[in-house]
């Protein structure tokens, strides 16, 4: 008598590059839920800064007292150092300092700190002239890449806090397994969110150089 051998078919593993769009799939209504989060504070922010000018206004003046205002205006002619500058402040400050490390100690809280960046930056889009109207139509796109970015890590912030205070829904036993688990998950995500960033900073940087001044003309 001869018997039948079954082979058992095994699922091909993930690649590395897919598994951060493996992460999102598996937890698309948060994530669809932080994208109206991130992009309507913003927009919320703008209508109020065109409701009420005087925050623009006062903004602008917090920009100019700090030098931001002077420095945003001697990068501007070094696209190379400006995309530079623009990374690493859209990295470490925004990214790390005000997403990922508040998370990392107290569950959510990062979610919350970009929430008001999210809102007051609204503000500060508002422009004051008609030559930052049309700054608007290229920054535009910039905002759009930039916030994705962050998307990504408030998405992974959420999963660090939810894994670490119920540890079940990463299948860990314990909180320490359930943050750890968290932790690889945000970091898969923050591959694809530096990718956007980096793109973000070269666009911003080489647009405001090369395409305000062709469009003010052709549109003022």
């Not at 700090?66 to 990374?87: C, K, M």
């Not at 690493?88 to 998370?103: E, K, M, Q, W």
């Not at 959510?108 to 049309?134: E, H, K, Q």
Request: glycine content about 8%; overall charge positive; cysteine-free.
């Amino acid at each position: 008598m001869s018997t039948q051998q079954i082979s058992i078919a095994h699922p091909e593993p993930v690649r590395f590059w897919r598994r951060p769009f493996r992460v999102v799939r598996e937890n698309m209504r948060v994530y669809l839920i932080l994208n109206a989060a991130a992009y309507g504070l913003a927009l919320l922010g703008f209508a109020i800064g065109i409701i009420f000018p005087d925050l623009v206004a006062a903004r602008a003046a917090g920009l100019e007292e700090d030098g931001t205002g002077e420095l945003v205006r001697w990068l501007v002619n070094t696209p190379p150092l400006f995309a530079l500058t623009i990374l690493g402040v859209n990295l470490f400050r925004l990214s790390a300092l005000t997403i990922v490390l508040p998370s990392l100690i107290v569950p959510f809280a990062g979610l919350a700190f970009f929430g008001y960046w999210s809102l007051t930056t609204g503000i500060t889009l508002v422009p004051t002239s008609d030559t930052g109207w049309v700054a608007l139509i290229p920054h535009s796109l910039t905002f759009l890449i930039e916030l994705q970015a962050y998307v990504l890590f408030l998405l992974g912030a959420f999963l660090v806090g939810k894994h670490w205070l119920f540890p079940r829904t990463a299948g860990a036993e314990n909180r320490r397994q359930g943050y750890l688990r968290g932790l690889r998950q945000l970091g898969l995500l923050a591959l694809p969110a530096l990718v956007l960033l980096i793109i973000g900073a070269l666009w911003e940087a080489y647009s405001l150089r090369y395409l305000v001044h062709p469009l003010a003309q052709l549109l003022l």
